[in-house]
């Protein structure tokens, strides 16, 4: 098993563009999360899904929008891009009655 | 919502020796994980231990539900352990996580 995977690994925008980041699990997990992680902040979240065709708002959520429209996908969208959205973003997914959550490797966005 | 408070927030050991971690939090929890994010930024489960005392080679953690908090264990520390470590929890009726800010740990050789 791959486990959780993310696309892509690195990425540069200017301000203004837009971009979907990938996240992919192959554990067959009900919930999936994604996070952004700022130096001296911990990880937040942004958005979450506890299910296909579910999204929920997290901690810091503007600027982005999800969708969960398969099971094993998590998307991530940047619609305009600013410099406040450089960080490193991590996916992460859970199996229903269970409490455990599994990261992906992190994306890491800078936005200039 | 929840805080979650980790101290220090930052410890340099020199190889070999001992260490506590600490994670208080404001509120009754149903769900505290330790996690390692490694220099390479890779994040890695340690614990699931919403209570109790639970070990794993030379780490262990242990978790007083009632007062509210975890610590975690570091025992003969190793170069391998550096990086950050985060305590996260869950209260009952959620369903996500909330992080502490982290322990830089740097273990000199």
């Known amino acids: 098993n791959a486990g959780v995977t993310q696309t892509p690994k690195f990425r540069v925008l200017k301000t203004g563009q837009s971009m979907t980041l990938l996240c992919a699990q192959d554990?067959?997990?009900?919930?999936m999360y994604w996070y952004r992680q700022d130096p001296g902040m911990g990880l937040r979240l942004i958005h979450y899904s506890v299910g296909e065709g579910t999204t929920a708002k997290g901690e810091v959520p503007d600027g982005y929008n999800v969708s969960r429209l398969k099971k094993q996908n998590f998307l991530l969208g940047l619609e305009s891009a600013a410099p406040s959205q450089t960080s490193v973003y991590f996916c992460?997914?859970?199996?229903?009655?269970?409490?455990?959550?599994?990261f992906g490797p992190g994306t890491r966005l800078t936005v200039t | 919502g929840i805080q979650v408070e980790q101290s220090p927030p930052d410890l340099i050991l020199q190889e070999g020796a001992n260490s506590t971690l600490r994670c208080n939090f404001s509120d009754s929890v149903n769900n505290l994980q330790w996690f390692h994010q490694n220099p390479w930024g890779q994040l890695i489960n340690l614990f699931y231990?919403?209570?109790g005392t639970k070990q794993n080679g030379r780490l262990s953690a242990t978790t007083v539900a009632t007062e509210r908090y975890s610590l975690l264990y570091i025992s003969s520390s190793q170069t391998t352990d550096s990086g950050v470590y985060f305590c996260?929890?869950?209260?009952?009726?959620?369903?996500?996580?909330?992080f502490g800010k982290g322990t830089m740990l740097l273990v000199s050789p």
């Open positions: 992460a997914s859970r199996r229903l009655g269970s409490y455990e959550q599994y």
């Open positions: 996260a929890v869950e209260q009952a009726g959620y369903s996500t996580l909330t």
């Open positions: 231990i919403p209570s």
């Open positions: 554990m067959n997990h009900e919930y």
